[in-house]
């Protein structure tokens, strides 16, 4: 019984090892046509899971690549957005107060009193060489070196196109009227028949009205007397009557109920202070040549 048990576990294990080594050895014992198809088959899995990962890998840096490029697009869209904003600059000035600016290409004005002066600039375009003027300004314009023209109210009832002058511009309604100095001057206006233009001379004073949509245009002897108000004061010297109110009744935009006065022998020198009301600078010219003045409607009379 011994014997025989012992056999039968020597067979058993032997059988196992039989069955294990049949096992480990499949492939060995398969045809090499067979072991070459089984290498082909696995090496085409392994390529093709390679390429399966390397083609998710290659989406994830496409689609990082393409989320970075919109994030830096939008940034720079933002930013260019940002510095070509144009920003209004304005400068305003008070009763009885002037003000002088300088515009950054280098142009400056003057503005007289209850006037305002803007303009837009940003960080990308710069300045575009146009204004827009409320009230009354004398404007020196500096030369562009592209012969850019600079622009006073584009697009108004009276708009001014210059290169490189000096003029007082007057905007304040119903008084629409330019005074050149120096250099030329380009006046877009609406006439009878629609857009107008004209080119102004130095000396010569242009006047629009509006309601007709007529231009009147004279010669100025001496404009720069016009400007006295930019020192806020008249000065005379050894001047009539008449004379001395041919230049005021410019800067206050009066009439005279007789061009030709009487008063012409009484000559005075010195100064007259100018505020902005008309009634009071009159006032100080009839005590300063004995005289007796009035003002009605804009009209100057002679007592």
Do not use: C
């Not at 576990?9 to 196992?16: A, Q």
């Amino acid at each position: 019984m011994e014997t025989g048990n012992s056999g039968h576990i020597e067979n058993t294990v032997n059988l196992e090892r039989f069955d294990e080594g049949n096992e480990d050895d499949f492939v060995g014992q398969m045809p090499e046509e067979s072991q070459q198809a089984l290498k082909d088959r696995m090496l085409t899995g392994i390529s093709s899971r390679i390429r399966e990962i390397e083609k998710r890998k290659s989406k994830r840096r496409t689609y990082f690549r393409i989320a970075a490029s919109v994030a830096l697009i939008l940034a720079f869209a933002s930013s260019f957005w940002i510095l070509a904003k144009p920003d209004e600059v304005s400068f305003q000035t008070a009763s009885n107060e002037t003000m002088e600016v300088n515009l950054p290409d280098g142009s400056k004005v003057i503005l007289n009193s209850n006037s305002k002066l803007s303009y837009a600039k940003s960080e990308i375009w710069g300045f575009d060489r146009k204004v827009t003027l409320a009230g009354e300004g004398y404007f020196e314009i500096a030369k562009d070196k592209k012969e850019k023209r600079f622009t006073i109210n584009e697009g108004t009832l009276m708009e001014v196109e210059v290169l490189g002058t000096e003029f007082n511009f007057k905007n304040q309604h119903p008084v629409h009227k330019v005074t050149l100095i120096e250099g030329s001057v380009a006046l877009g206006y609406q006439g009878k028949s629609g857009s107008a233009k004209h080119s102004m001379v130095p000396g010569e004073m242009v006047r629009l009205d509006p309601g007709k949509h007529e231009l009147h245009s004279k010669i100025i002897t001496n404009p720069e007397r016009l400007l006295a108000w930019k020192d806020r004061k008249l000065k005379l010297k050894n001047e009539s009557l008449e004379e001395v109110l041919a230049i005021v009744k410019e800067v206050y935009d009066l009439r005279l109920e007789s061009e030709s006065l009487d008063q012409k022998d009484q000559l005075v020198s010195g100064s007259i202070p100018l505020t902005d009301s008309a009634d009071e600078v009159i006032e100080n010219i009839a005590i300063l040549f004995n005289t007796k003045l009035d003002v009605e409607e804009n009209l100057i009379r002679v007592l």
